[in-house]
């Protein structure tokens, strides 16, 4: 195969490895690329150069002097603004932290450039991350390279325009109501959100003038965004594992996550599929792709699939209120009190509402609802599959739209299918089913049971195999 930006992260840390190519010129290939098409695209809100030829300059010097690399060696990628780097400027698409450099790494962080992984900069994110779009107050408007009038959604949105615009093959997003599934789906791509627990998470933004401020403690995922399962596998193999600054953290060895990326049969598995959870309203074209693809798994793969619904009501609102509940309410208010006319707006009514005791209790009775819901359904089932998300990719500079099919809805409605999976923690990973009568892309979700993420690589894997999706490109950026 011959290298390119086309090519995926697996097949460049082994060139890397074999002296087929140096890491040094990955980097500055990548970099040129991101000159070329960020000033469009607007993925990357802190760029760093000078760290991506100091980090690859490193990885030559090691394979030169017979020295063990990483399963990344000279990878290039982006991290999520949300995400911790030390030294490099966190600014969390906010202006209160526009100045803001932490002065550790996430875990995450840290064990990507263990493995050799080549740090391009920090990608763009809403506000926070209270979105599920790509633009901010402080930096310019995150685009889909699929069309540049659309969003790449959020709120690893920078993350999503990145990797589907062959800036880099991988990047980390964070997902803690389907922040990395998101964009994942509205940009083409492959994005995991593991167990609760398997990839720690430490430190999250902090700042002594706010602590703790982007805390969603029982919601947040970090996970990979790829074009390929295992390019998405290969990064898990490296970020999940226990660490002792996460209490959620949980004991590593019960996945070969570059195993389970292997296609396998998958005749005779049983396989739910909820085209809108009895209740969600969903546009006519997704139901169309994501049905398509879900014929894939009965016609192709040997499947039984069932129409089933696991049951639950709605869980909008107690979503909502689990991250009040978990969010920094004294530290966010001293926040708009000094920057409030400049923040996100329905971020401020959420920040500023008169929140109480009974809208958390209330909130956990939910959660609790849906995790029997839906441990008491999967239990008939191996895998569950719905759309990835109730829309395809919409206009810039709005939230959400507020009619799906005729029905007038809420703003963050078209996210009725990736935030029930946080409140569960369950494994659940977004692929490509395919694209609308206009080019743009649709998710086709794979949920597992608890800690069944084997299962859920296992059938994005055999679907990839399938109907393959790594070939296709944005003409943007061809």
Not at 88 to 107: H, L
Not at 223 to 252: F, H, Q, Y
Not at 336 to 349: F, N, W
Not at 463 to 476: D, S, V
């Amino acid at each position: 195969m011959t290298l390119s930006w086309q090519s995926d992260a697996a097949t460049l840390a082994e060139a890397v490895r074999a002296k087929r190519v140096s890491a040094v010129e990955l980097a500055k290939a990548a970099l040129a690329r991101v000159e070329q098409l960020d000033t469009t695209l607007h993925a990357f809100c802190t760029p760093t150069p000078d760290i991506a030829l100091r980090e690859a300059a490193a990885v030559d010097a090691a394979i030169a002097a017979g020295a063990p690399v990483g399963p990344l060696a000279g990878v290039p990628y982006g991290i999520k603004d949300l995400i911790c780097t030390k030294d490099v400027r966190t600014m969390s698409g906010a202006v209160a932290y526009a100045d803001f450099v932490p002065d550790e790494d996430d875990v995450v962080v840290e064990r990507m450039r263990a493995a050799g992984a080549v740090s391009l900069g920090k990608t763009n994110v809403p506000e926070y991350g209270y979105s599920g779009v790509g633009h901010n107050p402080v930096c310019e408007t995150t685009v889909n390279p699929w069309n540049i009038e659309r969003t790449p959604g959020g709120s690893s949105a920078g993350s999503g325009a990145a990797v589907a615009a062959g800036l880099c093959p991988i990047a980390l997003g964070s997902d803690g109501g389907g922040s990395v599934r998101i964009p994942s789906s509205f940009c083409g791509l492959v994005g995991v959100k593991a167990s609760m627990g398997r990839v720690p998470l430490y430190p999250g933004t902090k700042d002594e003038r706010y602590p703790g401020v982007s805390s969603w403690e029982s919601l947040e995922h970090i996970g990979p965004m790829a074009r390929t399962v295992r390019d998405a596998a290969l990064m898990l193999s490296i970020i999940a594992g226990p660490d002792d600054r996460d209490r959620m953290s949980i004991p590593a060895g019960d996945v070969d996550w570059l195993a389970a990326a292997q296609p396998r049969d998958l005749k005779g598995l049983r396989v739910a599929y909820s085209a809108d959870w009895g209740y969600a309203a969903v546009d006519p074209e997704v139901r169309r792709v994501v049905g398509e693809a879900v014929r894939v798994f009965e016609r192709d793969l040997g499947c039984i699939v069932e129409e089933a619904h696991p049951g639950f009501a709605d869980p909008y609102g107690a979503f909502w209120g689990i991250v009040a509940a978990e969010t920094d309410l004294k530290g966010m208010r001293a926040i708009v009190a000094e920057h409030g006319g400049k923040m996100t707006p329905h971020l401020v009514d959420f920040i500023t509402r008169d929140w109480k005791a009974e809208d958390f209790t209330d909130a956990l009775m939910v959660r609790k609802a849906v995790v029997n819901k839906m441990w008491r359904f999967m239990r008939g089932y191996d895998i569950l599959l719905t759309p990835t998300l109730a829309v395809p990719p919409f206009a810039l500079h709005i939230q959400g739209v507020e009619k799906i099919d005729g029905r007038m809805v809420p703003p963050f409605q078209w996210l009725a299918f990736t935030f029930p999976l946080n409140l569960t923690g369950q494994p659940a990973a977004t692929v490509p089913a395919g694209f609308t009568a206009s080019g743009l892309p649709v998710g086709l979700q794979i949920i597992g049971r608890h800690l069944a993420d084997a299962s859920v690589l296992q059938a994005a894997a055999a679907f990839e195999a399938a109907k393959p999706w790594a070939h296709m490109w944005p003409a943007l950026v061809q």
